[in-house]
């Protein structure tokens, strides 16, 4: 985020927002309650499924399984009439499995979206697994979760002394639709999956969690234009402006969180960070150590009064590690508006920073029309996530390369011995060459 030539626009949106780095743990996906690799298993990884089947052609036109749909499966059972939907849905727990069958036209690739709504008692994350013609297709798919939204139940109150107290939450009960993608967060954009041409069958399989399904769609890939692209949509007229008054939105005054452990912090270190008292413990911003995982999301709404450009500028402080940053998924109205949008960085400083989205060609723009509006951010891995994900696959083929070694000189090769490897194995030194070249580019970047 740069501060450029300040485009003409109706109103700058600014929320006060805690943020912080992630620490070493979350590096691995054991750590963001995704699964770890399974290096016996016979499916592939994300990465090796989509240079297989990403030339496929993307899905045209949605194809929805209700619950008519259903073929077979264990445990679970059917009701209508759940939180004002009239269709029927179907109800699974930690140990129900449910099979829809389709028919597919033609070969493709296309996401994967499921319409649920949270039906747990305890607080904790609903997971499934993804079973495509009876098969994991890839190790990612092993475990991902349906989000869940919590709001507050009650304004803030204050104790005896004057000090704020956190507000109790309570989960949001609404349908909501989800894209099947990367619990860990190593993959930003949702899942893609491959469909021969002829019949097919999709399962569920409960993990964590109760949750009622009412459809799962497969839908065309979503196309998120450059930010450029994005822009030159609109005409001049439009980008010039009304000169609209600013909106302020206030960190702590959330609409929806979907982790009931964020939550509101006090913050003395500026005068500047309202509401603020030297003597009384004031809940002034939100976030912190525990707004860092990877799908975290925290959701603010607003009133437009006047169609036009916006701009989107946020007072922040990152100050967990020096010389690191950190990454934000942006989504208006549910949406994510561009693809520079999906990754925004934070950089490091010990005070508070204020400053506008945008690139080094200057500030982003936002049309909105008059109305409600919401706004929120995602705790992403940004380009980092790539290179983690490198990395892990650089580790199962290494793993793939050891058991080729050990089939060779056991699990205690003798040190006196050559195992004349070239003649034996060269097909392996040039795997492992290779994984080293990889390494080397990692390192380079």
């Not at 499934?128 to 475990?143: N, Y």
């Not at 500028?313 to 990454?327: E, H, M, N, T």
């Amino acid at each position: 985020m740069k501060h450029k030539t300040v485009m003409s626009i109706l109103s700058v949106l600014l929320i006060a927002i805690n943020c912080t780095t992630f620490p070493g743990a979350l590096i691995s996906k054991a750590a963001t309650g995704a699964s770890e690799k399974n290096f016996s298993a016979s499916q592939s990884s994300y990465a090796e499924y989509i240079k297989k089947y990403g030339s496929y052609n993307t899905l045209k036109e949605k194809i929805t399984l209700s619950v008519d749909s259903v073929a077979e499966g264990e445990n679970y059972s059917v009701e209508s009439n759940l939180y004002g939907n009239a269709s029927k849905a179907v109800i699974m727990n930690d140990k129900s499995s449910v099979i829809f069958n389709f028919h597919m036209p033609d070969s493709i690739i296309c996401n994967i979206a499921v319409k649920y709504l949270s039906m747990s008692k305890s607080n904790g994350v609903i997971e499934q697994s993804l079973e495509i013609d009876g098969d994991v297709p890839f190790d990612e798919a092993e475990t991902f979760s349906y989000e869940r939204l919590w709001k507050k139940n009650e304004k803030t109150k204050k104790d005896t002394l004057g000090n704020d107290i956190k507000p109790s939450t309570e989960e949001y009960k609404n349908w909501n639709t989800e894209i099947i993608s990367d619990s860990s967060g190593y993959t930003t954009d949702a899942f893609v999956f491959a469909f021969e041409k002829g019949a097919h069958s999709i399962k569920l399989n409960g993990v964590r969690g109760e949750v009622a399904i009412e459809t799962i769609t497969l839908q065309p890939i979503s196309d998120i234009k450059k930010y450029d692209e994005f822009i030159s949509e609109y005409d001049t007229a439009a980008k010039e402006g009304t000169g609209a008054s600013s909106i302020v939105l206030e960190g702590e005054d959330y609409l929806y969180k979907t982790d009931v452990s964020i939550s509101e912090i006090n913050d003395r270190s500026s005068y500047d960070t309202y509401p603020q008292s030297a003597s009384k413990l004031k809940l002034n911003a939100i976030g912190g150590t525990n707004w860092q995982t990877p799908r975290q999301k925290l959701t603010w709404s607003f009133n437009i009064e006047r169609d036009g450009f916006y701009k989107i500028s946020l007072r922040f402080k990152q100050s967990y590690k020096d010389g690191a940053y950190v990454s934000r998924k942006l989504y208006i109205d549910g949406e994510v508006p561009f693809e520079e949008a999906s990754s925004l960085e934070f950089p490091y400083n010990s005070n508070w920073q204020t400053d506008c989205f945008g690139n080094e060609n200057g500030e982003y723009g936002f049309y909105l029309k008059s109305g409600k509006h919401t706004v929120t951010l995602e705790v992403c891995l940004g380009s980092m996530g790539k290179w983690l994900n490198d990395v892990e696959d650089i580790v199962y083929s290494l793993n793939e390369i050891y058991r080729e070694v050990t089939m060779i000189t056991g699990s205690s090769p003798d040190t006196e011995r050559d195992y004349k490897f070239e003649r034996t194995i060269p097909d392996t030194l040039e795997k492992l060459k290779e994984q080293y070249r990889k390494l080397e580019d990692i390192y380079q970047k």
